[in-house]
Structures are given as structure tokens and as C-alpha cells.
């Protein structure tokens, strides 16, 4: 403690310490020197002598010194100082080294950041690591589960210390009460032990319990987020009580939960919390899918045994419910749910199913990309370290230990680094913004890539290890000389650069293999959405502008029908406007809607009813997605007054159940599966094309059109509307209708046909998008690299250049010679590169649409392109050399 | 060539010396009170009698050690040809501290002492 004291005083009197331990040397070498004096030894002997006794007197101060201050603070910051002083005189390799890493490390923090929030974020509850969902597979949809199965897994408490469920977050009105504007509010539906189960504290008031969540529709109290009651109510502690609309429901706020919890999804935040009795439905009713069931296990219990109860708990559970119907069709599919045990630490995500993958597969890339970042940085500190020999002689001469250099190096290596880091995390947000924009407007609302401490601790991690990583091996390279001889020879001639000359060119191929993989990559995953994107839809995505409506609660079926009637006779008549109509679910709406059906005569239905999808579709629906019925008609107005059963199928349905048939028009097929001919007939009045609805990555299925039938429909439909105008011109005129109407009825997503293709392959596209950034910026970085290398090796040959070129060789045979050099590296690396992409090509196989991992076109473009740009990265090199003039060579000599 | 085994040596590491100097520093100190640097040198070398190699210059280091452990302490004064120099001081804890060392090294030599012995028969 004392020694650290006296050592921290020692730093702020450096200047006056300095003076005593010169003078009591003086002192010393006096007395020694007046001691040999009287011996007889003449003045100036004598003093020599003295020196000699005493030893390197400048070592020995260095010594002193290292020990007096507190040496680590007061040498960091001499070297800091005199790295930047360096850094500051080399301009272009400091923006160099500089831009590398920034690119490299702020691609790495953006992915990771994506990695954090969707992977490794842990909820702010109470022990996540226990926390497990039960995902429910098979059957109906996925993860979502019905009321009565979350009470039959409640029951055991021989497994969970709780079990609780949750709606989704749901996006509601809110009326704040205070303006006439209609506002938005993220609601989720809980049971009465959610709170407890999860571990969270109320900021205010009390949060749910058991008791609040008995009866249907008899709790119509809420809990809100800390961060609702801060943004929207202004911290008001009178909030306790208040009555807030939600949803056009009154309820009562009975408490805050506490700072920072959001509910239990990743991409999405709840903003208040009702007891589950408040849904509006038939909650009992073991088909109604609608709540994710969440549970603590018991600590002592594992993962493993919990699945294996599950399972015995669901099959005894699926056969009290369904076990009577076990030998129908719809039956054997209820039959076949199960429940998946998964950890929910991280939170429930949807996304993190489509997108966990890709992420992972782009994190390595620009892990890659890193590495090339950081081989180029230690080829340029290889160079400066050669330029640097003199210096670095001149201090091991003045005593300077090896160490000491070595960790001046390193020391600068970290300021590079560091000054990355900074400018890498910039890029780093702006890079989030842009992979945001990406994601469909659902999944990326309240999607918080904001960098926490992990990240940035990440980001910090991966910087000081490429810090080490790229200026370890220089800085060995670089102390490791006879100073002597450096000193002698002036700093021109470089023993040892043979070893130098290797290193980098290893560095080289490493950059040049490791390009071919990310070059490769982003190949592969554009020729993959290069086929996606040709498919075709079957309709005119262009000129399509598609939105739904959010009426108020109190309105019937009837007003939204009359509303829509209006709206959609309005718009039509609005000059531009081409076409209006609307579906249920319409296409690229993120679902679809399917029915089982017998078809008289065909095989494929004998036996049993198949579901195949269907779309209630509104007048003139094909004609605003610009397609034309093969055969037969579209449905007309009298249709929709009627109640005949008609419909129109599309070719998947002929080709699968009427196979051969030209024209399926005057043809039947019966929604009652109940007998093997079925039941009521409907009639087909028309053939349409394929229409991919439901997304590109499956190929169409077999499809009924039946007409929108208010009565018979219990899902509002998407409107379409086609015109030749933008969107952004578009949306202006629909709003005003829409509010010269009825201005309660709020327009939601609006899209335009092309975006929602496009949102359905967000993943594709961002990959191929980030994939091709990364594969571009280790091009760059390898043709730095491979500039710099052949630059350098020019350089050292130009006075045997010039020698030949003296005595005769031609400048073409020259500038042969060192492409040679490069071409070998270049194709060195190719080779090795090669088969490891072809491994990256296997590993991403799942992301690929329509090709193989080893496509070759894709393969032969890659080495190409690596070729193409080594080559020219090695020419200009090559160029100079043939322009050595013999004169000047020799002078340089 | 009275100077003969101060020569300087390249190889001489102070290190290697560190505890052994330290516990000579101080005995000197205890035996003949406040010195200065030359004349802690110069009495180190008497009493190793030429068997001891060593650089001058590294005793400072090690005084600065000493110091800051707190075993010794540093004014400047007059020196007996009145002239101005630092001058040394063994402090309490240096004291007691000459009595652990003393004990450390006694053992050593004793251990040492036996093995040497015990390989001889």
C-alpha cells in the first residue's frame, strides 16, 4: 500500500526526482573518481575509471525510474503518447489500418448485436435459465397453444414451480383522452400468475394474481409497463385507479410493473397486461390456438425429464379430447400435436426461427471478414516495421530491453484497434439502421439492437484480440535484430527481409483463400434470390397498394361491410384508379386459410377429404392482380347476391384432382367431407393460373376461390387497390376517403403487393445484401493486401531491375516476372480457398433456394472475380518495375 | 590494478542479486548508520573481499527498493568532506526486517549447507 503510494506521489514529482538521482550519480562518481585521484591516477582517468565501475549509468536510471513511478501507468502512458506521435507521422498507413478494422469491427458488432438481442439477451426476470416454453408442433399452427392444455400442464407441480400463459402482444386502440387522435397500444393477455411465476415487481401498486383471472369477462383491471406509464402517462402517480380504454374496454389500472420488463418476446414489447378471462372469445374451447404456454421448471428437474413428462401428458391429454374422432381425417391431424420443451431464457421469438440460422452464417462471415481486416493490418505493420529498423536499433542501443519494444508495439497495435473501434461502432448503427429496414414491418417494430454491455464488451473482446492478433507476430518480427548491424548498414539493406517477405506473403494467400469463401458465399445466396425473385407470382405485384382496416368495436359485421362497399365505390371512381377489390386472406397477408374438400370422381379424395386453401375473394379480385381466367369467368356481382355455391379454382387443383381435364368449368366439389362423394355441390365457374399466395418458397397449391360472403366470412379481408400512380401519391387519396367516410376507421399496413413479396423474403435478401457487402469489402481488403505486398517486393528489387533491364530484358518480360510472383500467391490461395467454400457452401445449404451448394457457375464467377482483381491489384506493381529506368536503380543502390 | 573486481560485466544481472543485496545494504546500514551511496558501495566491496562482481550503479536501484518497502530512509546532507549527498537510514521496520532475513538465509545455508554435505559422503 505504502509502495503504491510512494510510487503514485513519484509520478506527479518526476521532473525533481530526475534531478536528485543525476546528481547523487554526480555524487557517487566524485567520490570515486577523488578516491583514484589520490591513488594517482590523473583527472581524466580517473573519472573514466569511476564511469567504469559504476556501470551503464543510463540503463541503470531506467531501471531506477521503471521502479519508481507506478510503471505500468506512467510507461502506458509514455507509449500512448508516442504511439499516437507515430501513428499521427504515417498518415496513410494509420486511415489505412484504421479503415480496415472499422469496416471489420463494425460488421462483426453489427451482427452481433442482432445475435444478442435475438439469441443471447436474457429476459429481465427472475432465474431465465428456468424458464421454458412448451411449443406446440403439429396440428394447428405453431407455438400458439389453447386455454384448457396450459390448465392441464398447470397441474404439475411435480415438474414446474409454475406454469403461466400468455397471449401474443397485440396492437389495440388505446384512448388516451385527452386528444381525438386514435392511438396504438401493445396488449398481451396473461394469466393471474404470470407475474409471479416470472419474478417481477410492481414500481407501483400490485401486479395480477390468481384471483384476478376466474371468471370471463369479471377482471377488467390492468397492469401497464413502466415505460407506458412514463411515455404515455407521464409518471402520474394518481395512475393507480384510473380507468384507461383499451381495445374500447374500460379497465382499471391496478399497478407498474418494474423498469426495463417488457413481456416475454423478443420483437415485440408489451406495454400492458389484462388477465386472460378479459379475451374476448371462447377460451375453453380446446381448437381456439391463441396463448403461449410458459413455465419455471422445478431446479432439480432437467430439460430432458420435462420433455419426456410432456409427452405422456399431451397424448393423454390429446385423447381425452380428441380420442373419439381418432379415425377421421381431422382427427389423426389433432392427433399428431405434440410438445416441444425449449428453453424461453432468451425470451419467445419468432423471428429467431427464420432468421437464427442466417444470423449465425453471417456472423461467421464477417468473423472472415475480421480476419482479412486484421491480415492486412499486420502486412502493413510488417512494412512499417521494416522502415523502422533504424529507430528500433537506436533504442535497443540505448538500452531499451526487448520487452519494452514488444510492448510499445502491441501498445500501438491497441491504438490502432481502439481508433476502429470507435470509428467501427459507428458504422456498427448505422449498419443496424440498414439490416433494420430489412425486416417486415411486424417483426422489426420494437426490435431494440441499441448495443448493451454485452455488446460492447463483445466489441471490445474482438478488438483487443485482433489487436494481438495482427501486431503480435510484427512486433517479434520487428525487435528481433542485431542492432549493430541495423545501425550500420543504415536501415537500406535488410537481413532477415527474406523471412518478412514470407510472412506477408502467407498473409496473402490466408487473405486470398478466406476471400474466395466470402465471395463465394455471397454467390451463392444471390444466384439463390436471383431464382427467387424470377419466380413467378402468378400476378402483377406492380401498381398494387393492399392495407386492411381497423374498425371500432362497437360496429357490426353489416357496417364494415357497408363501409368497405363505400370506401371501395369511392376509390374507383377516383381518377388513376384502375381496379379495386379485396380478399380473405388475400395474398402475401402472412397466412392462409385452407378447407377440406371431397371431389366426386377423383381418386385422391376417396378415401378421405384434403385440405386444400381457399380465398374468399371479392368482385373483380383477378383483374386487380391483373390476371385473366383461363377458362370460364370471373365471379359477377350476381354472384355475391346469391347464395349458389360457386367458386373458381386455379391449374394446382385440376392438375391434383381433375387431372386431364381442359376446362374444369360446369365441374363440382363439396366442402362436406362427411361421405365419399360429398355433400352439397359446389359448382366451378372458372379456371385461373398458379398464384403463389402464400410465399415463394412453396410451390402453389391447389386452390378454391369462393366469393366474400359477409355472412359466411368472420375475418375482415385485405383490400387491394391497382393504379398506375406510386404508392406514395396513392396513399394520400386513400387516407382522405377514408376519413371523409368514417374518419374512426383507421387504415393499417398499408403495403404495396411488391413490398409484401418482398417482406416474405426478408431473410434472403438481407443475407444475400450483407453477404455481398462482406464478399466485396474482403475483395478490397485481399487487393490491398496483394498491392501492397508486390508494391513492397518491387521496391526491394529495383536495384536487380534495374540490372536487367541494363542489360537487355524487356519490360513486358519484367513486368511477367512480378505478376508471376502475384499470380502464384493469388492462385496459392484460390487453392486452398476453394474447398473450405465449398464446406461454407454445404454448412448454408438451407438458406440456398433452387441451387445446390456447389453451383458452379457461381464457383467459376468466384475464382474469377478473385483472379481478376488479384491481377489487377498485382499489375500496377508489375507496371512500375518495367518502368525502372537502369540509371536511377543504380543510384538507389 | 586496485580496481580489478568492480569491472564491469555485461552479464552482471542485478537481479540475481536482489535478496542478497538487500540484506547486505541493510546490515551495512545497521553497522555503520547513515551512509551515502559511495559509501555503502565501498564498504560492500571491502567486506565481500573480491568475491563479489557488481555493478556500482545497480546498488541505487535496490535502495529505491528498500525505500519504498519502508526499511530505509533518505535526506540529503553533508557528506564528512562537506559536501552535499543523500544520505541513507535504516527506519524500525527495516530493522526487524534484517532479523526475518537473517533467519531466511541462516536456514538456507544451513539446508544447502547439509545437502552439499550429504552428497560428499
Known amino acids: ?893 | 590494478m586496485a580496481y580489478s573486481f568492480w569491472m564491469p560485466t555485461r552479464n552482471a544481472k542485478p537481479d540475481v542479486l536482489q535478496g542478497t543485496l538487500d540484506l547486505m545494504v541493510l546490515r551495512t546500514l545497521e553497522s555503520m548508520g547513515p551512509q551515502h551511496g559511495f559509501g555503502l558501495a565501498k564498504r560492500i566491496q571491502q567486506i565481500s573481499a573480491g568475491t563479489l562482481e557488481l555493478n556500482q550503479g545497480t546498488l541505487y536501484p535496490a535502495l529505491l527498493r528498500l525505500e519504498q518497502r519502508g526499511w530505509i530512509g533518505s535526506r540529503w546532507g553533508a557528506s564528512d568532506k562537506n559536501r552535499r549527498a543523500k544520505f541513507y537510514e535504516l527506519t524500525k521496520a527495516g530493522r526487524k526486517q534484517i532479523g526475518r532475513e537473517t533467519d531466511d538465509w541462516e536456514r538456507t545455508v544451513a539446508l544447502m549447507d547439509r545437502f552439499l554435505r550429504a552428497a560428499a559422503e
Open chain 1, 1 to 893: 500500500m505504502r509502495t503504491l503510494w510512494n510510487r503514485l506521489t513519484a509520478l506527479f514529482s518526476q521532473r525533481r526526482r530526475d534531478r536528485d538521482l543525476s546528481e547523487e550519480v554526480e555524487v557517487h562518481l566524485e567520490m570515486r573518481a577523488a578516491e583514484l585521484r589520490q591513488q594517482g591516477l590523473d583527472p581524466n582517468a580517473a573519472r573514466a575509471a569511476a564511469r567504469r565501475d559504476f556501470g551503464g549509468i543510463e540503463q541503470m536510471k531506467e531501471t531506477y525510474r521503471d521502479r519508481r513511478g507506478v510503471p505500468w501507468v506512467e510507461i502506458l502512458a509514455k507509449d500512448v503518447t508516442y504511439g499516437l506521435r507515430g501513428l499521427r507521422r504515417n498518415p496513410a498507413f494509420t486511415l489505412a489500418a484504421v479503415l480496415s478494422l472499422a469496416l471489420g469491427i463494425g460488421a462483426n458488432t453489427a451482427i452481433f448485436s442482432f445475435v444478442n438481442t435475438l439469441m443471447l439477451r436474457l429476459l429481465p426476470v427472475e432465474k431465465p435459465e428456468q424458464l421454458l416454453n412448451l411449443y406446440r408442433t403439429g396440428g394447428w399452427g405453431k407455438g400458439y397453444a389453447s386455454y384448457p392444455l396450459y390448465l392441464e400442464f398447470r397441474k404439475h407441480t411435480d415438474l414446474f414451480a409454475g406454469v403461466f400463459a400468455r397471449s401474443g402482444a397485440d396492437k389495440v386502440r388505446f384512448d388516451p383522452g385527452h386528444s381525438n387522435s386514435i392511438e396504438y397500444v401493445q396488449r398481451e393477455y396473461v394469466t393471474g400468475n404470470y407475474f409471479d411465476v416470472l419474478g417481477i415487481k410492481p414500481a407501483i401498486g400490485r401486479l395480477l394474481q390468481d384471483e384476478d383471472n376466474r371468471t370471463p369477462q369479471a377482471h377488467p383491471i390492468v397492469v401497464v409497463s413502466y415505460d407506458f406509464w412514463r411515455n404515455r402517462l407521464a409518471l402520474d402517480p394518481a395512475v393507480l385507479g384510473r380507468v384507461l380504454k383499451v381495445d374500447e374496454q374500460p379497465l382499471t389500472v391496478i399497478g407498474v410493473a418494474a423498469p426495463g420488463f417488457h413481456g416475454v418476446e423478443v420483437e415485440s414489447r408489451a406495454e400492458m397486461w389484462v388477465p386472460a378471462m378479459m379475451f374476448r372469445g371462447q377460451i375453453m374451447q380446446p381448437g381456439m390456438h391463441w396463448v403461449w404456454i410458459m413455465a419455471r421448471r422445478l431446479p432439480q428437474i432437467s430439460r430432458s425429464r420435462i420433455q419426456a413428462a410432456s409427452n405422456t401428458i399431451m397424448q393423454r391429454y390429446l385423447m381425452s379430447v380428441y380420442g373419439g374422432q381418432r379415425d377421421s381425417a381431422f382427427g389423426k391431424w389433432a392427433l399428431e400435436q405434440r410438445i416441444d420443451v425449449r428453453d424461453a431464457g432468451v425470451g419467445i421469438s419468432m423471428l429467431r426461427e427464420e432468421f437464427g440460422k442466417p444470423l449465425t452464417i453471417l456472423m461467421a462471415a464477417v468473423g472472415l471478414v475480421l480476419l482479412i481486416a486484421c491480415a492486412n493490418v499486420a502486412s502493413l505493420l510488417i512494412a512499417r516495421g521494416a522502415a523502422r529498423r533504424r529507430e528500433i536499433a537506436m533504442r535497443f542501443s540505448l538500452g531499451a530491453s526487448r520487452w519494452r519494444l514488444v510492448r510499445q508495439w502491441l501498445i500501438e497495435s491497441l491504438l490502432l484497434a481502439m481508433l476502429g473501434t470507435i470509428l467501427g461502432l459507428a458504422f456498427a448503427i448505422w449498419g443496424e439502421r440498414y439490416m433494420l429496414l430489412f425486416l417486415p414491418p411486424g417483426a422489426g417494430e420494437r426490435f431494440d439492437v441499441a448495443p448493451d454491455a454485452t455488446v460492447l464488451g463483445f466489441t471490445l473482446a474482438i478488438s483487443i484480440l485482433s489487436a494481438i492478433l495482427f501486431g503480435l507476430a510484427p512486433a517479434l518480427r520487428a525487435t528481433s535484430l542485431d542492432p549493430a548491424a541495423a545501425l550500420k548498414d543504415g536501415g537500406s539493406q535488410q537481413p532477415g527481409h527474406g523471412a518478412r517477405a514470407g510472412f506477408r506473403k502467407a498473409l496473402v494467400v490466408v487473405q486470398v483463400a478466406l476471400s474466395v469463401v466470402l465471395v463465394a458465399a455471397a454467390g451463392l445466396f444471390a444466384h439463390s434470390l436471383a431464382g427467387l425473385r424470377s419466380i413467378n407470382t402468378g400476378f402483377a405485384a406492380q401498381n398494387v397498394v393492399t392495407f386492411s382496416l381497423d374498425y371500432p368495436r362497437a360496429w357490426k359485421s353489416v357496417d364494415h361491410e357497408k363501409h368497405r362497399d363505400t370506401l371501395l365505390a369511392r376509390l374507383s371512381a377516383v381518377p388513376g384508379i384502375a381496379s379495386v377489390s379485396y380478399g380473405m386472406p388475400g395474398p402475401y397477408q402472412g397466412g392462409s386459410w385452407s378447407s377440406g374438400i371431397r371431389v366426386p370422381g377423383s381418386a385422391r379424395t376417396a378415401k378421405e377429404g384434403v385440405q386444400v386453401d381457399e380465398q374468399a375473394i371479392g368482385p373483380a379480385y383477378f383483374e386487380t392482380i391483373g390476371i385473366r381466367p383461363l377458362r370460364g369467368r370471373e365471379f359477377d356481382p350476381a354472384d355475391f347476391r346469391s347464395t349458389r355455391k360457386i367458386a373458381v379454382v386455379n391449374a394446382a387443383f385440376v392438375r391434383e384432382f381433375l387431372p386431364g381435364t381442359q376446362d374444369p368449368a360446369g365441374r363440382v366439389f363439396s366442402f362436406d367431407v362427411s361421405k365419399p362423394e360429398g355433400g352439397e355441390p359446389t359448382y366451378i365457374v372458372g379456371l385461373v393460373r398458379d398464384v403463389l399466395h402464400d410465399g415463394l418458397k412453396t410451390s402453389a397449391k391447389p386452390t378454391v376461390y369462393v366469393p366474400f360472403r359477409e355472412a359466411e366470412v368472420s375475418y375482415d379481408p385485405t383490400l387491394l387497390v391497382r393504379a398506375p400512380l406510386p404508392p406514395g401519391a396513392l396513399l394520400p387519396v386513400i387516407r382522405r376517403e377514408l376519413s371523409r367516410i368514417a374518419p374512426e376507421v383507421m387504415l393499417v399496413e398499408p403495403r404495396t403487393l411488391r413490398q409484401r413479396v418482398d417482406d416474405s423474403i426478408f431473410v434472403e435478401r438481407m443475407v444475400a445484401t450483407l453477404s455481398g457487402f462482406f464478399g466485396g469489402l474482403a475483395l478490397l481488403l485481399a487487393a490491398i493486401g496483394i498491392y501492397g505486398v508486390m508494391a513492397y517486393a518491387v521496391a526491394r528489387r529495383t536495384a536487380e531491375i534495374g540490372l536487367r533491364i541494363a542489360l537487355g530484358a524487356a519490360p513486358a518480360k519484367i513486368t511477367w516476372m512480378v505478376l508471376r510472383d502475384g499470380l502464384l500467391l493469388i492462385g496459392l490461395g484460390v487453392t486452398i480457398g476453394l474447398p473450405l467454400s465449398l464446406a461454407a457452401g454445404r454448412i448454408s445449404a438451407s438458406l440456398l433456394h433452387g441451387i445446390k451448394p456447389d453451383d458452379p457457375p457461381v464457383f467459376a464467377l468466384a475464382i474469377a472475380v478473385l483472379l481478376g482483381t488479384g491481377v489487377l491489384a498485382a499489375f500496377l506493381p508489375a507496371r512500375r518495375a518495367a518502368a525502372v529506368a537502369p540509371i536511377e536503380a543504380l543510384r538507389h543502390e
